[in-house]
């Protein structure tokens, strides 16, 4: 060891609090990196496996490829499974609505096959010999053909051909120049009959392109098929590219990018993109955090050391030689630091992971547990920056050392470079601060540069704090709003089904364990032809100008309700039933303007308004048909407007939901829903609702229900409960995370202000000293150094307060623009009160612990003192 690093050695062992500092600063950054890291492998992997037990685990499929061709891709180097299914053939689907999708493609999986392609039942069961055939829902949501259980096929099946050319699913269709004609040919080669035993979901490897709705059978050992789909899981998914580039030759291939997106070896730009963009950010803050603390150690370091380095400059040292020598106290802190970091922060990440894991379950995948995956090329990688941002810290000061003349660095005439205009200060704060104060605010506008990275540190962590409070307010604020509007737990939706079918199953789904209170409901858009002047002021102040004569057609909801749900709600209101029920019954009705709905006065509605001026009213109504009401099928109704909140109805499939103000439901018995049918109108929605104690139990067990029951019309089962838990799940895990990371950065903005505030201090010595040697009480000198304290967390606060309000304002309004959901901004106050909190006490703690160790030196000593 040269005489150079000893040296750098005993100048740390001297200094032991600023180094043990510093090796804190650096094990929190490396910790922080390798938690991120970390937690970010756990989570793709997590993602991963999600993904492949979705849509497979495979990482490549072969398309219409040979027999020969699979036996020779199961003797591969690197293969770890194969599966095959039969390409048996196509046929015609007939009646099909989508011109590009003309077609049924029957696939004869294997038993392999059927264990790696997972197949998602929504009705009935998997086929058990080559006479039975799974159906794909898509063909009756996406083609317009039913098909239900226990129906028989009769297919000509054969091969798609494009004149000598054999066609695929790879294939898109290849239409004709004309509507309805088409370039290629269906060749029919064999007449097949099969037995529909299920309906599944459509298969994940099923391309959206692909010209045929996939039913599968099972493969017949009896009949040797020319073309098979095969399906290869590697070892090493990371060669997948060059196993491709070695063994495809000409077959067509699809990658299964719903997995290898999370490997990040899909073609998915825009994901890879985002997901490297997300961690290099998050490293980049703590990075930046970091390099503020080690910076200010290695800067602090070098003003200890100058006139050592001053006096080795003079005998001959060189400036690389000096460089070196802060490289290595870099390196040294480094190889303390950076092992220690990375325990901590795989220990962490995995409390935290362990903490977390049940809550991923229930937002995601429920039979994939989220675990700790350590990576060994993440841990380097970590360690690497970590070091990276030792070094970058350290070389820094270590070149603006090197270059300092020699006789500036022995009498360290470059300590403090100023005028004395830059720290006059006025009459008026002299008066305010007293002798005490003023010297105070001197030595703080004296010292800027040294100091500026304590403001900045304490900035950073003030700003980060209230920004990550402000963002999990807006989601429990979120959460909130949907918790207090849902009126039930379970809900089946469906368009298409029959009355009778509908309510057979009802019968069956409200036997379901849990379940307490049940009901089911229809929704239909009629239009309402309502005069003008019937309508309350605040309406034209929304609509805009009107002739009083005008007759308006408003749009609005018949909501039918099960009939003794209905009678509740009559008995509720305090309304005669005789009036309100039978065929010519009366009709209620809530018509309001909803909240936050700007009027022409300028100002915010924030409470429901009344749409017509009177409580009962006639109205001549009509079914709408494309959006347009057909009057010549027109009612007369009366209709008594209530003051309730209608049971909330199904989600309408495909519908985001209206954001218009105008609130208009008619709510009638299901009874009448015959009334106001016509051949022109359909159902927007119907379905049925559940209230259960244990909703999960529930709604897994009427799944089973409905699928038993071989129900073939579309349909959602809603979870109603469990989305909204899931919304809770996702702000449990923010918080965690949220609060985990501003944690940590704000260690490191402790360790950082600690670090420097109580070295600038003792860099001070001889000054505080001289001060206490002419006179200076001990009360005088503690109110000096309070004032210090006061001015650095006033800058601070002073900068970090604004900026972290207008962070908070932008995290608003990018995750509710317009105030959205009803959605208010909440100024954080408890947040910057805890900050401001914080940020004295910090200062104030550091100054106190820096102030001790001064005053138990003796006077005299501290004024000999040299620094050297």
Known sequence: MNIFNKVTLQGMKKSRTRTIVTIIGVVLSAAMITAVATFGVSLLNYMANGAAQKYGDWHVEFLDVPSSFVQERTHDEGVANTAAFENIGYATLDGGKNPNKPYLFIAGYSEEAFDTLPITLVSGRLPKNSGEILVSGSVAANGGVKFAVGDTLSLAIGSRMDGNKNLGQHDPYISGDKPGTAKETLVPKAERTYTVVGINERPGFEESSAPGYTLITKADAQDKADSFSLFVTLTNPRGIHAYIGNTAGTEAYVFNDNVLRFMGLSDDNMFNVLLYAVGGIVVAIIMIGSIFLIYNAFTISLNERTRQFGILSS????????????????????????????????????????????????????????????????IVVAAAVSMVTILISAYIPARRAANTPVMESIRQTNEVKVESKAVKTSKLAQRIYGLEGTLALKNFKRNKKRYRSIVLSLVLSVVLFISASAFVTDMKQASERAVAFTTYDIGFATQDMDDSEMLSLYDKLKTADGVYESSYQALMKYSCAAKASDLSDYYWEYAGSHSPDETVNLPMDIQFLEDSTYLNMIKGLGLPAEEYTGQNAKLIAVAKLTSHMKTNREHEVDEFIDMFKSSSMNFTIAPETNGKPKMEQGQNVSITFVETVPPDTLPILGNSGSKNPVFFRVMVPYSLKEKFETPDTHVDIKGLTFRSKNPTQSAAEMKTMIQGAGITAKYDLYNAYEMLDENRNMIFIANVFAYTFIIMISLIAVANVFNTISTNIKLRRRELAMLRSVGMSERDFQKMMNFECAFYGMRALLFGLPIAVISSWLIYKGMFIGGADNIDFVFPWSSMAISVFSVLFIVFITMLYAISKIKKENIIDALRDDMT
């Open 315 to 378: 005998v001959g040292a060189t400036a690389k030689q000096l460089r070196n020598s802060v490289l290595f106290e870099g390196l040294c802190i480094g190889a303390v630091g950076i092992p220690i970091g990375i325990i901590v922060g795989i220990g962490s990440i995995g409390l935290v992971i362990s903490v977390v894991a049940r809550n991923f379950g229930e937002i995601l995948y429920t039979s994939v547990p989220l675990t700790l995956t350590v990576s060994i090329p993440a």
